[in-house]
């Protein structure tokens, strides 16, 4: 079964909570947990997430996953301001917001390698 693995700021958590439930209720045979960024270096090792949407970026933490989406939540003058970077696989990408519909897409897609044994984890 493939696993997702939401975090963000403890300041953030109804954004968190929401993004949980609406991954849920669109792909309700996955299996996705939320957590703090305090405890996400923990979670990371021991749930093995293919997918993590978080504040943070990837190169952060020493786990690998097949697909990390993040939604900065600082400031916006930094970097490319409020462009969420996605990693999927190795191939990396910029983009607005990101909607639900681009997140849902790159689990979907997570999970089509994943099901053909084509997922390296290098995100």
């Not at 970026?57 to 400031?75: E, F, L, R």
Request: glycine fraction near 6%.
């Amino acid at each position: 079964m493939m696993r997702i693995l939401v975090a963000f700021e403890d300041l953030r958590y109804l954004y968190q909570d929401l993004l949980v439930k609406a991954i849920l209720d669109s792909r309700p045979t996955l299996n996705v947990r939320s957590a703090s960024l305090e405890d996400l270096a923990t979670v990371l090792l021991h749930f093995e997430p293919h997918v993590v949407v978080c504040s943070q970026p990837s190169g952060a933490h020493p786990v690998g996953s097949g697909a990390w989406v993040q939604i900065p939540t600082d400031d916006p003058s930094e970097d490319y301001g409020r462009l969420a970077r996605m990693c999927l696989d190795g191939e990396h990408w910029w983009t607005e917001g990101p909607p639900l519909s681009e997140v849902l897409a790159v689990i979907d897609e997570t999970q089509e390698r994943l099901h053909r044994e084509r997922l390296s984890g290098d995100c």
